[in-house]
Protein backbone atom coordinates (compact mmCIF):
# COMPACT_ATOMS: atom_id res chain seq x y z
CA UNK A 1 0.00 0.00 0.00
CA UNK A 2 2.87 1.97 0.85
CA UNK A 3 3.81 2.21 -2.86
CA UNK A 4 0.33 1.43 -4.75
CA UNK A 5 -1.57 4.50 -2.90
CA UNK A 6 0.77 7.06 -3.83
CA UNK A 7 0.68 5.95 -7.66
CA UNK A 8 -2.64 6.12 -7.84
CA UNK A 9 -3.25 9.11 -6.01
CA UNK A 10 -0.77 10.71 -8.19
CA UNK A 11 -2.32 9.22 -11.61
CA UNK A 12 -5.83 10.72 -10.24
CA UNK A 13 -4.37 14.83 -10.11
CA UNK A 14 -1.81 14.23 -13.38
CA UNK A 15 -5.59 13.19 -14.88
CA UNK A 16 -7.32 15.75 -12.97
CA UNK A 17 -4.68 18.43 -14.40
CA UNK A 18 -4.55 17.02 -18.32
CA UNK A 19 -8.21 16.68 -18.57
CA UNK A 20 -8.38 20.77 -17.17
CA UNK A 21 -10.49 20.03 -14.20
CA UNK A 22 -8.08 21.09 -12.05
CA UNK A 23 -5.72 24.36 -12.89
CA UNK A 24 -2.07 23.68 -13.62
CA UNK A 25 -0.26 23.99 -9.95
CA UNK A 26 1.97 27.11 -10.86
CA UNK A 27 3.22 28.13 -6.56
CA UNK A 28 5.49 26.25 -4.14
CA UNK A 29 3.59 24.81 -1.24
CA UNK A 30 5.30 24.78 2.24
CA UNK A 31 5.05 21.70 4.35
CA UNK A 32 3.78 23.80 7.12
CA UNK A 33 0.37 24.52 4.75
CA UNK A 34 -2.83 23.07 6.46
CA UNK A 35 -4.59 20.01 4.52
CA UNK A 36 -7.01 21.49 1.92
CA UNK A 37 -5.74 25.11 2.15
CA UNK A 38 -2.19 23.69 0.51
CA UNK A 39 -4.31 22.72 -2.31
CA UNK A 40 -6.03 25.90 -2.66
CA UNK A 41 -2.86 27.87 -2.91
CA UNK A 42 -0.83 25.41 -5.59
CA UNK A 43 -3.75 25.58 -7.67
CA UNK A 44 -3.34 29.57 -7.70
CA UNK A 45 -6.77 30.18 -5.39
CA UNK A 46 -8.59 27.51 -7.20
CA UNK A 47 -11.18 25.32 -5.31
CA UNK A 48 -11.07 22.82 -7.55
CA UNK A 49 -7.41 22.12 -6.14
CA UNK A 50 -8.77 22.40 -2.49
CA UNK A 51 -11.39 19.64 -3.63
CA UNK A 52 -8.90 17.11 -5.01
CA UNK A 53 -7.00 16.82 -2.56
CA UNK A 54 -10.31 16.36 -0.23
CA UNK A 55 -11.14 13.37 -2.62
CA UNK A 56 -7.10 12.27 -2.71
CA UNK A 57 -7.56 12.19 1.46
CA UNK A 58 -10.53 10.15 0.95
CA UNK A 59 -9.66 7.81 -1.41
CA UNK A 60 -6.03 7.43 0.33
CA UNK A 61 -8.24 6.68 3.66
CA UNK A 62 -10.49 4.30 1.95
CA UNK A 63 -7.35 2.17 0.56
CA UNK A 64 -5.45 2.07 3.38
CA UNK A 65 -8.44 1.18 5.85
CA UNK A 66 -8.51 -2.56 4.28
CA UNK A 67 -4.48 -2.61 5.27
CA UNK A 68 -4.39 -1.29 8.86
CA UNK A 69 -7.53 -3.56 9.11
CA UNK A 70 -5.17 -6.72 8.24
CA UNK A 71 -2.30 -5.69 10.32
CA UNK A 72 -4.86 -5.45 13.33
CA UNK A 73 -6.30 -8.83 12.66
CA UNK A 74 -2.98 -10.23 12.12
CA UNK A 75 -1.28 -9.09 15.75
CA UNK A 76 -4.94 -10.34 17.24
CA UNK A 77 -4.04 -13.79 15.93
CA UNK A 78 -0.33 -13.42 17.20
CA UNK A 79 -1.65 -12.29 20.67
CA UNK A 80 -3.91 -15.43 20.51
CA UNK A 81 -1.41 -17.76 20.71
CA UNK A 82 1.09 -15.79 23.12
CA UNK A 83 -1.97 -15.49 25.41
CA UNK A 84 -2.00 -19.42 26.11
CA UNK A 85 1.77 -18.48 27.10
CA UNK A 86 0.55 -15.85 29.70
CA UNK A 87 -1.61 -17.74 30.79
CA UNK A 88 1.24 -21.25 31.37
CA UNK A 89 3.56 -18.24 33.24
CA UNK A 90 0.34 -17.30 35.26
CA UNK A 91 -0.18 -20.69 36.24
CA UNK A 92 3.58 -21.16 37.30
CA UNK A 93 3.99 -17.90 38.99
CA UNK A 94 0.52 -17.35 40.70
CA UNK A 95 1.80 -17.41 44.55
CA UNK A 96 5.31 -16.25 43.68
CA UNK A 97 5.51 -12.65 44.48
CA UNK A 98 9.00 -12.01 43.63
CA UNK A 99 7.98 -12.68 39.44
CA UNK A 100 5.37 -9.76 38.37
CA UNK A 101 4.56 -9.56 34.70
CA UNK A 102 4.71 -5.79 35.04
CA UNK A 103 8.73 -6.36 34.79
CA UNK A 104 8.84 -8.60 31.40
CA UNK A 105 9.36 -6.79 28.27
CA UNK A 106 8.68 -9.04 26.20
CA UNK A 107 5.62 -10.08 24.22
CA UNK A 108 4.19 -11.34 27.43
CA UNK A 109 4.89 -8.62 29.26
CA UNK A 110 3.37 -6.35 26.37
CA UNK A 111 -0.21 -8.52 26.34
CA UNK A 112 -0.06 -8.81 30.27
CA UNK A 113 0.36 -5.08 30.35
CA UNK A 114 -2.87 -4.72 27.39
CA UNK A 115 -4.82 -6.93 29.43
CA UNK A 116 -4.20 -4.90 32.37
CA UNK A 117 -5.28 -1.58 30.70
CA UNK A 118 -8.81 -3.67 29.44
CA UNK A 119 -9.02 -4.42 33.23
CA UNK A 120 -9.02 -1.12 34.19
CA UNK A 121 -11.04 0.54 31.26
CA UNK A 122 -13.75 -2.28 31.68
CA UNK A 123 -13.85 -1.63 35.27
CA UNK A 124 -13.86 2.33 35.33
CA UNK A 125 -15.26 3.68 31.56
CA UNK A 126 -17.42 0.18 31.17
CA UNK A 127 -15.78 -1.11 27.78
CA UNK A 128 -15.81 -4.22 27.08
CA UNK A 129 -16.97 -4.77 30.50
CA UNK A 130 -16.92 -7.45 33.15
CA UNK A 131 -20.05 -8.51 35.33
CA UNK A 132 -20.74 -10.96 38.54
CA UNK A 133 -22.45 -13.74 38.58
CA UNK A 134 -24.23 -15.24 41.28
CA UNK A 135 -24.00 -19.06 41.99
CA UNK A 136 -27.04 -19.66 44.42
CA UNK A 137 -26.28 -21.95 47.76
CA UNK A 138 -29.23 -24.17 47.93
CA UNK A 139 -30.40 -26.24 51.84
CA UNK A 140 -31.31 -29.32 52.48
CA UNK A 141 -34.69 -28.31 51.86
CA UNK A 142 -34.40 -26.93 48.65
CA UNK A 143 -34.53 -23.23 49.12
CA UNK A 144 -32.02 -20.63 48.08
CA UNK A 145 -30.25 -19.47 51.58
CA UNK A 146 -27.27 -17.86 49.88
CA UNK A 147 -25.27 -17.33 46.67
CA UNK A 148 -21.50 -16.63 46.01
CA UNK A 149 -20.33 -13.53 43.56
CA UNK A 150 -18.34 -14.37 40.80
CA UNK A 151 -16.41 -12.53 38.54
CA UNK A 152 -16.62 -13.08 34.43
CA UNK A 153 -15.35 -11.28 31.72
CA UNK A 154 -16.06 -12.03 28.08
CA UNK A 155 -13.09 -10.25 26.09
CA UNK A 156 -13.79 -8.93 23.03
CA UNK A 157 -10.85 -10.27 21.30
CA UNK A 158 -9.24 -13.41 23.57
CA UNK A 159 -12.87 -14.53 25.09
CA UNK A 160 -13.72 -15.48 28.33
CA UNK A 161 -10.82 -15.28 30.50
CA UNK A 162 -10.43 -17.31 33.98
CA UNK A 163 -10.59 -14.97 37.37
CA UNK A 164 -7.69 -16.54 38.25
CA UNK A 165 -5.72 -14.49 35.53
CA UNK A 166 -7.62 -11.35 36.04
CA UNK A 167 -6.76 -11.33 39.42
CA UNK A 168 -3.36 -12.00 39.07
CA UNK A 169 -2.71 -9.67 36.10
CA UNK A 170 -4.87 -6.99 38.26
CA UNK A 171 -2.05 -7.48 41.03
CA UNK A 172 0.87 -7.45 39.07
CA UNK A 173 -0.06 -3.81 37.77
CA UNK A 174 -1.79 -2.55 40.63
CA UNK A 175 -5.70 -2.60 39.86
CA UNK A 176 -6.52 -5.11 41.99
CA UNK A 177 -8.24 -2.25 44.80
CA UNK A 178 -9.83 -0.75 41.87
CA UNK A 179 -10.80 -4.04 40.58
CA UNK A 180 -12.24 -4.83 43.95
CA UNK A 181 -14.04 -2.49 45.01
CA UNK A 182 -15.91 -2.54 42.13
CA UNK A 183 -16.80 -6.09 42.51
CA UNK A 184 -17.99 -5.24 46.28
CA UNK A 185 -19.95 -2.16 44.73
CA UNK A 186 -21.74 -4.48 42.11
CA UNK A 187 -22.29 -7.28 44.72
CA UNK A 188 -23.48 -4.62 47.24
CA UNK A 189 -25.90 -2.64 44.87
CA UNK A 190 -27.21 -6.56 43.62
CA UNK A 191 -27.98 -7.37 47.66
CA UNK A 192 -29.57 -4.17 48.33
CA UNK A 193 -31.76 -3.89 44.72
CA UNK A 194 -33.17 -7.92 45.57
CA UNK A 195 -34.30 -6.25 49.35
CA UNK A 196 -35.74 -3.83 47.78
CA UNK A 197 -37.90 -6.12 45.73
CA UNK A 198 -38.63 -8.19 49.03
CA UNK A 199 -36.05 -11.08 48.55
CA UNK A 200 -34.32 -10.48 51.82
CA UNK A 201 -31.87 -12.97 54.22
CA UNK A 202 -29.73 -14.16 51.26
CA UNK A 203 -26.42 -14.06 52.20
CA UNK A 204 -23.97 -13.65 50.01
CA UNK A 205 -20.23 -14.61 49.75
CA UNK A 206 -17.47 -12.64 48.58
CA UNK A 207 -14.22 -12.99 47.54
CA UNK A 208 -11.76 -10.12 48.80
CA UNK A 209 -7.48 -10.92 48.19
CA UNK A 210 -4.79 -10.06 50.74
CA UNK A 211 -4.01 -7.08 48.34
CA UNK A 212 -8.02 -5.32 48.87
CA UNK A 213 -8.11 -6.60 52.58
CA UNK A 214 -4.47 -4.58 53.51
CA UNK A 215 -5.78 -1.39 51.53
CA UNK A 216 -5.94 1.99 53.21
CA UNK A 217 -9.45 2.27 55.32
CA UNK A 218 -10.93 -0.91 53.65
CA UNK A 219 -12.77 -1.34 56.92
CA UNK A 220 -14.07 2.31 56.85
CA UNK A 221 -15.04 1.65 53.20
CA UNK A 222 -16.75 -1.32 53.47
CA UNK A 223 -19.21 -0.06 56.55
CA UNK A 224 -19.97 3.26 54.57
CA UNK A 225 -20.61 1.57 51.62
CA UNK A 226 -23.02 -1.05 53.45
CA UNK A 227 -24.66 1.44 54.94
CA UNK A 228 -25.00 3.61 51.93
CA UNK A 229 -26.41 -0.12 50.03
CA UNK A 230 -28.70 -0.37 53.39
CA UNK A 231 -26.99 -3.99 53.61
CA UNK A 232 -27.62 -5.81 56.53
CA UNK A 233 -24.05 -6.34 57.55
CA UNK A 234 -24.85 -10.00 58.73
CA UNK A 235 -26.10 -10.88 55.18
CA UNK A 236 -22.26 -10.54 53.81
CA UNK A 237 -19.36 -13.23 54.11
CA UNK A 238 -15.87 -12.52 52.73
CA UNK A 239 -13.86 -15.60 51.62
CA UNK A 240 -10.04 -14.65 52.09
CA UNK A 241 -6.96 -16.87 50.50
CA UNK A 242 -5.39 -18.99 53.16
CA UNK A 243 -2.40 -17.24 52.88
CA UNK A 244 -3.66 -13.97 53.24
CA UNK A 245 -4.29 -14.01 56.96
CA UNK A 246 -1.49 -16.35 58.10
CA UNK A 247 1.13 -14.44 60.14
CA UNK A 248 -0.68 -11.08 59.56
CA UNK A 249 -1.20 -9.17 62.50
CA UNK A 250 -2.96 -6.65 60.58
CA UNK A 251 -4.88 -8.25 58.78
CA UNK A 252 -6.25 -10.20 61.85
CA UNK A 253 -7.08 -6.67 63.32
CA UNK A 254 -8.87 -5.44 60.55
CA UNK A 255 -10.98 -9.07 60.51
CA UNK A 256 -12.13 -9.01 64.60
CA UNK A 257 -13.02 -5.32 63.52
CA UNK A 258 -15.54 -6.78 60.18
CA UNK A 259 -16.49 -9.80 62.78
CA UNK A 260 -17.69 -7.07 65.38
CA UNK A 261 -19.67 -5.23 62.84
CA UNK A 262 -21.24 -7.78 61.88
CA UNK A 263 -19.67 -9.24 58.50
CA UNK A 264 -18.23 -12.95 58.30
CA UNK A 265 -14.98 -13.87 57.18
CA UNK A 266 -13.78 -17.43 55.52
CA UNK A 267 -10.56 -19.09 55.08
CA UNK A 268 -11.57 -19.97 51.46
CA UNK A 269 -10.18 -23.63 50.03
CA UNK A 270 -7.68 -23.57 52.64
CA UNK A 271 -4.19 -25.60 51.91
CA UNK A 272 -5.68 -26.10 48.01
CA UNK A 273 -4.03 -23.42 46.64
CA UNK A 274 -7.23 -22.54 44.63
CA UNK A 275 -8.63 -19.35 44.42
CA UNK A 276 -12.78 -18.76 44.48
CA UNK A 277 -13.40 -15.68 42.23
CA UNK A 278 -13.39 -18.80 40.09
Same mark, same amino acid.
Given at each position: ?????????????????????????????KWTYPIVFGGYVASDGSYTGAFLQIVNILIGTIMY??? !??????????? =? @?? !??????????????DKTKSLKDRNDKIGFLAKSLAS???? /? !???????????????????? &? !???????? &? *??????????????? @?? /???????????? *????????????????????? /???????????????????? &????????????????? %????????????? @??????????????????? %? =??????
Amino acid at each position: PFILIPVVLLTISFLAVVMNLVPNPINDMKWTYPIVFGGYVASDGSYTGAFLQIVNILIGTIMYFPF !VQKIDNSIDEQ =N @KN !VIIDLFDEIDKSYYDKTKSLKDRNDKIGFLAKSLASDIKN /A !VEEYENPMHIEFQPQINRHN &R !VVGCEALL &R *WNHRIYGVINPKYVL @KI /AKDFDYIVILEK *WIMNECLEQLSSWQQKGIENI /AMSINITKEFIESDQFFKYL &REQAKAFEINPRLLQLE %LEDESILNDEEII @KTIFKLNTFGIKVTLDNFG %L =NNNSHI
